[in-house]
């Protein structure tokens, strides 16, 4: 019972302090296309400031995550409206696994890991609609850099599965390119 009372008067203080804060929860619908799930949780409590942080889950051909923080400055509007500009870096680490059949009854599970470390620079507009401005709509566009970026892969052929390089420029090509755009959706609270 102290545990609980302790918890109500420690969410009521946090409340009470951050009764201007504005918060923003967004999904990407369109990451899903890339076998990947996106969250995004920005922070506007600052004037013409937000911060947030991106958790991105990887699933089908390459399993893993990527933590993705950023700070944005918008120019037009306070904070979490308007045109901004933003910073974003990255780290990502999935895998990568393929079984391949080499004769009758020889199998090989060849399985590769992909650590990513990179960041990007995005210009983007954030619109508040509905009556009480509470639904978000995100679109952002940018160029990307990456610890991928830069490899040569001409030696490798990407029809050979199993092949850490051909995984991982495929990866790179996937989810890593150098143009970085996105569209999410989410509410405001």
Request: glycine letters at 12%; one cysteine or more.
């Amino acid at each position: 019972m102290k545990s609980k009372l302790l918890l109500c008067a420690v969410g009521l203080f946090l409340m009470a302090t951050q009764v201007n804060a504005q918060h923003v929860v967004r999904f990407s619908p369109l990451s899903l296309i890339k076998g990947k799930a996106k969250l995004h949780y920005e922070y506007g409590g600052v004037e013409k400031f937000g911060f947030g942080i991106i958790a991105a889950g990887y699933y089908g051909l390459y399993p893993g995550f990527r933590i993705q923080p950023y700070a944005r400055y918008y120019i037009t509007d306070e904070s979490l409206k308007g045109l901004y500009v933003q910073p974003k870096f990255h780290f990502s680490k999935n895998s990568f696994e393929v079984t391949i059949n080499q004769g009758f009854a020889d199998e090989e599970t060849i399985k590769s890991d992909i650590d990513e470390l990179g960041g990007s620079l995005d210009i983007g507009w954030q619109f508040l609609l509905g009556g009480s401005e509470n639904i978000v709509v995100d679109i952002f566009t940018g160029y990307r850099f990456s610890s991928l970026h830069g490899k040569d892969y001409s030696g490798v052929e990407t029809t050979q599965e199993g092949s850490d390089a051909g995984s991982e420029l495929l990866y790179s090509l996937l989810h890593s390119n150098k143009f970085d755009l996105g569209l999410s959706i989410g509410f405001k609270f």
